[in-house]
């Protein structure tokens, strides 16, 4: 394998609440690459000969180490990404549930399906497909790897995790979690390596599969690698979810779900409802409604519990987050809160903030109404009618999750069928849930994570046919 670091470039944990470099690592060179590949390799011809019932049991420790040091993990997301500690710490709880659900059904969901034809016997039998590379974001650093290792190491595959090159340390505490499981060596490893050494790793043809969740140009760029390799891939990208608000919906609960809805994770959730499309019958009270719970949310320190919202993850995000709102009301996008960077005097003082910002009257061409917009920035849009708020909420080239919020039957059937979106909620938030398939549409990517479907993604559909 050829592996092309010119220079070993530095990885970096920062606090996004203070600036303050937590620690820095170096890349790993081309033999320490070229190693952990061969680790993965021979981890694979074993881990693809264990039983269920050994990998189950594997799963189940990590569920319980998961559980009982979910303070310490909260504590390391949230300094190295910023999230609210209170939301870490159920990350890490969700986590080990996603591992037990699994270590309980994958028998279930692996298990031969006889299907009749003129054979003796002939059936369908799941088969991992072996190492497979994993891409992962920084937003939900712990969940996103275990959303697919759960499913894929039950399966019987070996993981390797490109993590984001802002969640170190959080990468190094997940490997360790799945060694001291006792999943065996090479099982699970991570790679510290930049997106640019990502190429050399995937065309190696020990590895047979790889799953990126983030942006849409990262996933561009390792499809088409994958592509060329005729490897298969499993793409969870961005969103502009659309959040829409009918005349006969609960106004008050919806007003309160919209304003969790976009300020999750500091907004920065890829089913994160970013673009409110109110019916014109109820819109005033709407935003009034919503412009003032914005206003009211607590910005500050994200290990303080009473924190609503916390620094952005990079001064890069935050930045590009600045230049989509000044972008969008240079172009005629009318501010209705926020819209400032937000200066703490004390130890906050270096820390990435951002005003929960609302923005209404938005022009076509602008960046609030086509982008995906990463922070606590909401977009509001006034429509006529249902059709208006259909054609709107298509109006994008992403199709993740959508909420609609109505007690007209009639209107809850053409959301459920005209939305082009991987997931529909109605009267409630787009969360994700162990049991039912995660993924999106369009430019969103393909595939699915989690439930039955999201343990059939790396695994070889073999057909056996016995005369
Ligand atoms: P990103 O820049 O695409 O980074 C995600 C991962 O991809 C990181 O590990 C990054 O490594 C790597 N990467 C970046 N460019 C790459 C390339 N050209 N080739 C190979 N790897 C590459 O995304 P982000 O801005 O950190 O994350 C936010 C995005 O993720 C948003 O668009 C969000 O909607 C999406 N997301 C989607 C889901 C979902 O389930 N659909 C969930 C969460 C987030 P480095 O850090 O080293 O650059």
Redesign the pocket.
């Known amino acids: 394998m050829a592996v092309a670091i010119i220079a070993l470039m530095s990885?970096r944990s920062i606090n996004p609440a203070t600036g303050e470099t937590l620690k820095s690592f170096d890349e790993l060179s081309e033999p320490q690459i070229e190693e952990s590949l061969t680790r993965a390799a021979n981890a694979f011809r074993n881990s693809r000969r264990t039983s269920l019932a050994d990998r189950s049991s594997m799963m189940l420790r990590v569920a319980e180490i998961l559980e009982n040091e979910k303070n310490d993990y909260a504590r390391l997301m949230t300094t190295e990404m910023g999230k609210p500690i209170k939301a870490a710490a159920q990350e890490a709880e969700k986590c080990a549930w996603v591992c037990r659900y699994y270590a309980e059904t994958a028998e279930k969901h692996l298990a031969d399906q006889i299907v009749e034809t003129n054979a003796t016997k002939s059936y369908v039998h799941f088969q991992p497909l072996g190492v497979v590379l994993a891409?992962?974001?920084?937003?939900?650093p712990f969940w996103?790897v275990f959303r697919f290792a759960a499913p894929a190491l039950m399966a019987g595959n070996v993981g390797l995790l490109?993590?984001?090159?802002?969640v170190p340390q959080c990468a190094l505490a997940i490997t360790d979690i799945f060694s001291r499981a006792g999943f065996p060596d090479g099982a699970f490893q991570t790679l510290l390596?930049?997106?640019?050494a990502?190429?050399d790793v995937l065309e190696d043809s020990r590895v047979a599969a790889a799953t990126?969740?983030?942006?849409?140009?990262?996933?561009r760029?390792?499809a088409s690698i994958a592509g060329k390799q005729i490897k298969k891939t499993v793409l969870?990208?961005?969103?502009s979810d659309p959040f829409i608000v009918m005349p006969s919906a609960d106004l008050k609960e919806a007003v309160g779900t919209a304003v969790k809805a976009r300020t999750i994770n500091n907004g920065?959730?890829?089913?994160a409802a970013k673009r409110f499309i109110v019916h014109g019958q109820i819109y005033d009270e709407f935003e009034k409604g919503f412009v003032e719970a914005m206003k009211a949310l607590r910005v500050g320190d994200p290990m303080n519990e009473s924190t609503d919202v916390g620094p952005l993850a990079t001064k890069q995000?935050l930045k590009d987050l600045e230049e989509q709102v000044q972008v969008s009301v240079a172009a005629g996008a009318k501010i209705l809160t926020g819209g400032q960077r937000l200066k703490f005097e004390d130890q906050l003082a270096g820390g990435n903030f951002y005003e929960p910002t609302v923005l209404a009257d938005i022009p076509k061409d602008s960046p609030a109404f086509s982008d995906?917009i990463?922070g606590p920035v909401a977009s509001l849009f006034h429509v006529k009618d249902i059709d208006e708020a259909i054609d709107l909420a298509n109006a994008t080239t992403f199709g993740?999750g959508a909420a609609a919020w109505t007690n007209d039957s009639t209107e809850r059937d053409r959301f459920v069928e005209e939305i082009e979106s991987g997931c529909v909620f109605l009267n409630g938030v787009v969360a994700s849930d162990l049991r039912l398939p995660?993924?999106?549409v369009k430019h969103?990517?393909y595939g699915r994570?989690l439930g039955e479907f999201g343990i059939r993604e790396f695994v070889n559909v073999k057909t056996v046919w016995i005369k």
């Open positions: 990885i891409v992962m974001p920084w937003n939900f996103q490109k993590h984001a090159s802002n390596i930049g997106s640019e990502v190429q990126l969740t983030g942006s849409e140009p990262a996933g760029s390792v969870e990208l961005g969103g920065q959730s890829c089913i995000i995906e990463f993740l995660f993924g999106g969103s990517g994570g």
